[in-house]
């Protein structure tokens, strides 16, 4: 490290750091919105391809053919009430149906109390039963296994998903070439269900949900598939990949599906946008971007968008797939959805180990082309460098008068590490309260306050949030203010570097989270200090603070998906996306709230600790 | 300054028993950073086990601890957490003193030193008033107790904290100038892990230079005290291995623990440098690399120490620090009690280049463990190549600290 060791070398370097810090922190973190913004540029993503050779290779002619005859099952399926309404599911039209069809059927009964009442679903108690049937493979041995499930639930009427799932099963069982076992799983209360027959297969119990155990099980599962199917015709199909935590199954999943949906003439979209051709202009380009910019929304909310979600925790490879019927004169039918069904498990049954060959790290801008962590990696990487460029300037500036202070001056850590450790505490002590109050106080705040339990838990939550913003103006009395000049600046170190260890780590398992939160985070605390015109950066500081972050991505969100919503509405939306985050947590053990509350939040407090440190 | 150490040791012990009551002791205790298949909890509860039921502790190699460790936890099993609070309470009081010591003499030194106008007029700045040197034995025990890694590695209850109450006692004796106790001590460690034998000359460099003998190999006094040295040394470390031999009735503990350490069979990952390399290996070649990595770390003792025998406590902990980064199945509980020793040497702190960036480093890395680990194990989406990445660099940090703190000299 000779750059770094030779004194003069090293004067230089520093110095040069420390005059141009501005000028590199402004042009990084231009050059990091650009990049990412460049992302869904199409010459510079690259084709989608099939990586998994045994997937690739081989011959296979789908000749699937009850389309029809799945249809008129679903009719006896219905109506709606019956089937998924007030009397729960049909579980013994199930058991009986798959029993006719040869397969080995269990069931599994569940139950779960939601922390507070699940307003978008309607549901507190919630108790139900999966149906599940095996087709265990005629001549391999039961080592390994594929799922097929179509959640039943009240509200989502997917009759016929559960139907051609019955059809499929009775033709796959007339079949020779299985040398896997499959399982046909219609689960209850979608996640909920899901949740519960993953933790039962797996002996776990990481949600604290009351199951019954597994009565008939079938080795390692493989991969599995989610149909969502609402109406009898359909004019195009859905991929949805995104699951728990941001995380995404196997790059080839999507490549097969989308192979699939090529061979057989079947309108294939993601994020609901078909692909368009014509790159070159900014229409095409826009429409990229906005493919790009929802899936990376989706990923960062942590949320699990179809029932493949929860599959992903366990390594299993999973994709759902959602019939849209939409206004298109090309209407795809039963059988052909039946036939791609056929197809992808087909070649899923081939795999001889897992999917592992193609990428797990992407971003979609369209169903062919991808961006891989090496490419959106460095949009990332340009918004961290800033944080590290400004701790090392702050730690030579730190680090200067001392080297030319008398001998008797103690180094700036000794007296100062107390009113640095101050405002960390009480900070995190706020995180921590911001995480377990809301949920532990709801009932004294229904008994105080005219409201519903979903709404005092919200409310609580932000009412902690702003309270935490009057907090400097407390802390401050605690203190001596001894140091005040050195005082913040080991502050803003310390807190610097916590927030780049902080988003690096949280860019390393959901970047896309990482990525909206250093948009936002990184140009205030980058450039924070006491001496700015304080009322106006205050407003700057919670307008970008992270709260503000999620109200801004829902009214992105909407617009993207062309549903563009009024202030009030978005209001509303945004309470109900808090208290979806907090139940995702409880529920499924989504990391979003937690890493929101005990580590962004009090990061946040920590810098606004030093706007107001006087 | 008992009131201090007091209040810091009583909190040190606060945090220590909210965490073994919370449900995070279970998940911090199955962490590889921090425990290693030589001194998890859970095999000692294993050989133990074994032993209630008559069978050799040692059969179906789980267990690799050494005799005197089954006999002292066969009689506190039941008081294991006290028994792992005490031990680091051990440790920082023994440094705590052996600092203090030291600093006396270091006082002493520069006072005769000044007086006789040895300092040239710009080392002015760097002499140390008594002022500073007051704190330095108490931030010595913070920096010990309070550290993240001495936490997690007590309330996992790994046995590299006995380990390290032994280290620090020897040192501790040392230091207080009885070469009886330093020797028997520095055998029980030797005899606990076999890489405190390299702390053997440090220990007898510091004896010469206390006793005024000057090292020099043609010098009958520098022989006599060397071989009285070693006498008490090799004999301790006789008589504690034949002790063992009468404890368990058999020799099993010798290939199962000194055997374990050198051979290192067991390739579950760890923050050290053996495990990806071994697993990578062809057998042919295993032998030949085994003897590569372990001379590695024994081999530093002979340049350093004659580069530093005007400094044999700087050798001590330049010494423990080597063991810590090179050894077959290093924790993060070795690599605090190195950490520890670092306010000692705060005033010429100045001197540190490029500490910033070393810090940053290991801070990145300690942070980046779990992160990888579970995009490894867990999500899948990661391998091995990713975890030993991290363990490089968190190597790297530490060497080149290691590196920047040599310049003192």
């Keep these: ?614 | 300054m008992a009131a201090p150490l007091t209040l810091l040791l009583i909190v040190a012990v606060t945090i220590r028993a909210v965490l073994f009551r919370s449900s995070w002791a279970e998940l911090i205790s199955e962490r590889v950073e921090v425990v290693s298949p030589l001194n998890a909890w859970k095999r000692v509860v294993e050989g133990l086990a074994l032993l209630d039921l008559g069978v050799s502790p040692y059969s179906g190699d789980v267990f690799h601890e050494t005799p005197f460790m089954i006999y002292l936890f066969h009689f506190v099993v039941d008081y294991a957490e006290i028994v792992f609070m005490v031990t680091d309470g051990i440790t920082a009081v023994a440094l705590y003193l052996s600092i203090q010591t030291y600093n006396k003499n270091v006082f002493r030194k520069q006072k005769y030193a000044l007086e006789s106008d040895r300092y040239p007029a710009d080392c002015l700045e760097l002499l140390r008033s008594p002022k500073e040197m007051f704190y330095i034995p108490l931030k010595v025990a913070m920096f010990y107790l309070l550290n993240p890694f001495t936490i997690l590695s007590c309330v996992a209850k790994s046995t590299c904290g006995l380990n390290n109450a032994i280290i620090a006692l020897f040192i501790l004796c040392t230091l207080k100038g009885s070469a009886l106790l330093s020797g028997i001590l520095l055998a029980l460690a030797t005899y606990q892990s076999i890489y405190p034998l390299t702390l053997f000359a440090p220990a007898l460099l510091f004896f010469l230079q206390r006793l005024y003998i000057p090292v020099n190999l043609r010098r009958s006094s520098f022989w006599f005290f060397t071989l009285q040295y070693a006498f008490i040394y090799v004999g301790s470390l006789v008589v504690i291995t034949g002790l063992s031999f009468f404890l368990l009735g058999s020799w099993d503990f010798i290939p199962s623990v000194y055997g374990f350490i050198f051979s290192v069979p067991d390739l579950t990952p760890n923050i050290g440098l053996f495990w990806y390399f071994f697993a990578e290996m062809f057998e042919h070649f295993r032998l030949f690399f085994i003897c590569v990595f372990q001379i590695n770390v024994f081999f530093y003792t002979i340049p350093l120490s004659i580069k530093l025998k005007e400094h044999p406590v700087f050798l001590i902990f330049m010494q423990i620090a080597i063991i810590s980064i090179f050894k077959s199945y290093p924790t993060v509980g070795d690599v605090a009690l190195y950490m520890a020793f670092l306010p000692a040497w705060s005033h010429l702190y100045r001197f540190l280049r490029n500490i910033f960036l070393v810090s940053c480093v290991l801070l990145a890395c300690s942070a980046l463990f779990p992160v990888l680990w579970h995009l490894w194990i867990y999500a899948g989406s990661a391998n091995s190549n990713f975890y030993y990445a991290i363990t490089l660099l968190f190597n790297f940090g530490q060497v080149k600290s290691l590196n920047l703190i040599s310049h003192f000299t």
């Design chain 1, 1 to 614: 490290m000779g750059l770094l060791s030779d004194p003069n070398r090293r004067k230089a370097l520093t110095g040069l750091l420390t005059r141009l810090n501005t000028p590199i922190c402004i042009v990084c973190y231009l050059a990091g919105i650009v990049w990412f913004m460049g992302l869904a540029f199409e010459p510079f993503t690259l084709r989608t391809y099939m990586s998994e050779n045994a997937m690739g290779s081989t011959m296979v002619e789908e000749r699937f053919s009850s389309g029809e005859r799945a249809l008129s099952l679903a009719k006896e399926f219905d109506p709606p009430s019956a089937c998924c309404g007030l009397n729960g599911m049909p579980v013994e039209w199930l058991v009986k149906a798959m029993q006719s069809r040869g397969l080995e059927v269990f069931t599994q009964s569940f139950s779960r109390k939601l922390p507070f009442p699940d307003e978008n679903k309607e549901r507190y108690m919630v108790r139900g039963t999966n149906v599940y049937g095996i087709l265990r493979a005629p001549r391999a041995p039961r080592t390994e296994a594929l799922v097929i499930t179509a959640p039943c639930s009240p509200g989502n009427t997917n009759n016929q998903a559960v139907a051609l799932l019955l059809a499929l099963a009775q033709y796959f069982r007339n079949q020779i070439y299985w040398a896997k076992d499959i399982i046909f799983l219609v689960n209850e209360h979608d996640l909920i269900g899901t949740q519960a027959w993953l933790e039962g297969y797996h002996h776990t119990n990481i949600t604290g949900m009351e199951y019954s155990p597994l009565q008939g099980r079938a080795g390692s599962i493989q991969a599995a598939l989610s149909l969502e199917l609402s109406s009898d015709v359909i004019t195009s199909l859905d991929l949805v990949l995104e699951g728990l935590n941001g995380q995404l199954p196997n790059l080839d999943l999507a490549n097969l599906f989308y192979a699939f949906c090529q061979k057989l003439g079947v309108l294939c979209t993601i994020q609901g946008k078909l692909q368009r051709n014509d790159w070159d202009t900014a229409e095409g380009y826009t429409h990229a971007a906005q493919t790009m910019m929802l899936m990376v929304l989706k990923q960062a909310c942590g949320r699990s968008w179809g029932d493949h979600g929860l599959f992903l925790r366990y390594h299993i490879e999973a994709a759902s797939v959602r019939g849209i019927n939409s206004f298109r004169h090309y209407k795809t039918d039963a059988t052909t959805i039946g036939r791609l069904l056929e197809g992808m498990v087909r070649k899923l049954n081939n795999l001889l180990e897992r999917l592992h060959q193609s990428y797990f790290f992407y971003l979609l801008p369209s169903l062919s082309r991808f961006v891989s962590i090496g490419y959106y990696m460095p949009a990332f990487g340009l918004l961290a460098v800033i944080l590290l460029l400004r701790a090392l300037d702050l730690w030579v500036h730190l680090g200067a008068p001392a080297l030319a202070a008398v001998d008797g001056v103690t180094e700036p850590s000794s007296p100062g590490v107390l009113t640095v450790l101050t405002p960390v505490v009480i900070s995190h002590l706020t995180g921590v309260a911001l995480y377990l109050l809301p949920v532990h106080l709801q009932e004294m705040a229904v008994e105080h306050f005219p409201v519903s339990e979903t709404e005092a838990v919200v409310l609580t939550a932000i009412a902690i949030y702003t309270a935490g913003l009057a907090l400097p103006h407390n802390t401050q009395r605690l203190l001596s203010g001894e140091g005040t000049e050195q005082g913040w600046k080991v502050l803003k170190l310390t807190a610097l570097l916590y927030l780049a260890v902080l988003l690096g780590c949280t860019a390393l398992i959901n970047f896309s989270l990482g990525f909206i939160l250093a948009v936002t985070l990184v140009p205030i605390t980058a450039s924070i200090t006491p001496h700015m015109p304080k009322a106006l950066y205050a407003v700057v500081m919670v307008l970008l603070s992270p709260a503000f972050t999620i109200l801004y991505c829902v009214f992105i969100y909407q617009e993207l998906i062309e549903a563009p919503v009024s202030v009030s509405e978005g209001w509303m939306l945004f309470l109900s996306v808090i208290s979806q985050g907090i139940l995702d947590h409880a529920l499924y053990g989504s990391l979003v709230y937690p890493l929101l509350a005990l580590f962004i939040y009090p990061c946040w407090l920590m810098f606004w600790n030093i706007l107001f440190w006087n």
